[in-house]
């Protein structure tokens, strides 16, 4: 399994479009997320005795959703052009900015 997940990393970033021009996200990934929904099975699997850690485990998925959806509404206006490249200070600069 590992390896074809690399393998699919290798070959998304060897186009030139690593990034799927226009669209939002990691669409090219979304062959690999069995991949990701093992992991995360186990992950609550093996955690889930622990109420300290489930709750860990929850919040750090809820912030996760709420980056990821300030990232999405960030692109169209205009803090994070999608055409281009930009630099992890942008990445991570444009949430920010969208909250103030």
């Known amino acids: 399994m590992s390896v074809m997940l690399f393998l699919q990393i290798y070959l ?10 226009s669209a939002f996200g990691a669409r ?18 093996d955690w889930g005795k ?9 919040c750090a998925i809820f912030i996760a959703i709420i980056w990821n959806y300030l990232l999405l509404i960030s692109s169209p206006r205009g803090f994070l052009p999608l055409n281009e490249h930009i630099s992890l200070r942008q990445l991570y600069q444009a ?5 103030k």
């Open 28 to 45: 090219k990934m979304i062959g690999s997320l069995f991949i990701f929904a093992f992991g995360f099975a186990y992950l609550f699997d």
């Open 50 to 58: 622990d109420r300290k850690k489930i709750l860990f485990l929850y």
């Open 12 to 21: 998304n970033a060897s186009l030139l479009d690593w990034w799927g021009g």
């Open 95 to 99: 949430p920010i900015e969208l909250l």
